[in-house]
């Protein structure tokens, strides 16, 4: 192996360290509501000595609560590791063309690392093979791509929080009655897996 790929293996190796303690963080937010101190204190201790790194976030839609509370969570991670330095684009309003556009002015700006969460599961699929070829690591967080092409994943279970809705309001409404599910639209990434799971349990055990 050539000194050159040495060190970016090194280099995308301790990359990929920080943006799973970053992605995890934001997980353990989403979760619990709050941050986990023990990691925290870990991930500290894991990159005290590395040098100053610049992590970008882009998000479907910046604006959306649930997405605020995905980047409290990446800076609450990147305050404990103390070097890292981490920043959130997207547009207003979820867009796919929007999205990519940000993706793609991040990019130019060669940051060390991405925090995505695609709006659609094959429109990034080329962008973040293209970024992961510049040596450039993507994690997605609360995401899938229809190919494996980022560096990993940080997810919710869709099938556990569908069991915990269905439950939930199964109970609300005295197991029965007739459900209507108001959400974003068809085709949504984040929603649509998780209702659909939701409807097979309500069906399942509140037929």
Do not use: W
Request: proline content about 6%; charged content about 15%.
């Amino acid at each position: 192996m050539s000194r050159y790929r040495l060190q970016y293996s090194n280099r995308l190796r301790s990359l990929s360290v920080v943006m799973m303690l970053l992605s995890l963080t934001v997980g353990l937010v989403l979760v619990t509501g709050g941050s986990s101190s023990a990691s925290l204190v870990s991930a500290h201790k894991t990159a005290k000595n590395a040098r100053q790194l610049h992590i970008v976030g882009v998000l479907a839609q910046i604006t959306d609560p649930y997405f605020i509370s995905v980047e409290c969570g990446a800076h609450a991670a990147a305050k404990a590791l103390g070097n890292v330095q981490v920043t959130f684009q997207g547009p207003t309003t979820p867009s796919v063309a929007q999205e990519i556009t940000t993706l793609d002015s991040v990019a130019i700006t060669k940051p060390d690392g991405v925090i995505l969460g695609p709006f659609d599961p094959n429109a990034f699929i080329s962008p973040v093979v293209k970024l992961m070829n510049g040596g450039i690591p993507v994690y997605l967080v609360d995401s899938f791509l229809a190919k494996d092409a980022a560096l990993g994943a940080t997810n919710t279970d869709v099938v556990l929080s569908a069991n915990t809705l269905a439950r939930s309001i199964a109970g609300l409404m005295g197991d029965k009655g007739q459900l209507a599910i108001i959400a974003f639209g068809p085709g949504d990434p984040y929603e649509g897996p998780r209702y659909l799971n939701m409807v097979k349990v309500l069906h399942a055990k509140y037929p």
